[in-house]
């Protein structure tokens, strides 16, 4: 992140945000969403996205640092949110199509 942001930003400061404060706020973005509440919604929103277009860019980032691919952090693992977060999107447009077209049986 140092080298990307040019901000200091150290493993404990990265760790802090991506292992305690993230999943939080990936929490709270589901409980709102589940009590109707239009914040919850957002945050779930701003998550899928993030997960659909944000984690394909760990593959970018080595040309980014450097101009050649090479291995960086995160690059390996960052095709399965990307993937969870497409499939959760068009599930959740097949539902809400279905919703609106009147078809409220359980598929």
């Known amino acids: 992140m140092t080298?990307?942001?040019?901000?200091?930003?150290?493993q404990q400061d990265f760790l802090t945000i991506a292992a305690f404060i993230a999943p939080i706020l990936w929490l709270a973005?589901?409980?709102?969403?589940?009590?109707?509440?239009q914040f919850g919604y957002f945050l779930v929103s701003?998550?899928?996205?993030?997960?659909?277009f944000g984690e394909p860019s760990h593959f970018l980032f080595p040309?980014?640092?450097?101009?050649?691919?090479?291995?960086?952090?995160?690059m390996y693992t960052a095709a399965l949110?990307?993937?969870?977060?497409?499939?959760?999107?068009l599930v959740m447009r097949r539902e809400i199509?279905?919703?609106?077209?009147?078809?409220?049986?359980?598929a």
């Not at 450097?66 to 995160?74: S, T």
């Open 3 to 10: 080298r990307l942001t040019g901000l200091n930003v150290t």
């Open 29 to 37: 973005g589901a409980i709102l969403a589940l009590k109707g509440w």
């Open 46 to 52: 701003v998550f899928y996205f993030g997960m659909m």
């Open 63 to 74: 040309f980014i640092l450097d101009g050649r691919f090479h291995y960086v952090a995160g």
């Open 81 to 89: 949110p990307s993937l969870a977060g497409w499939f959760a999107f």
């Open 97 to 106: 199509k279905r919703i609106k077209h009147g078809d409220m049986a359980v």
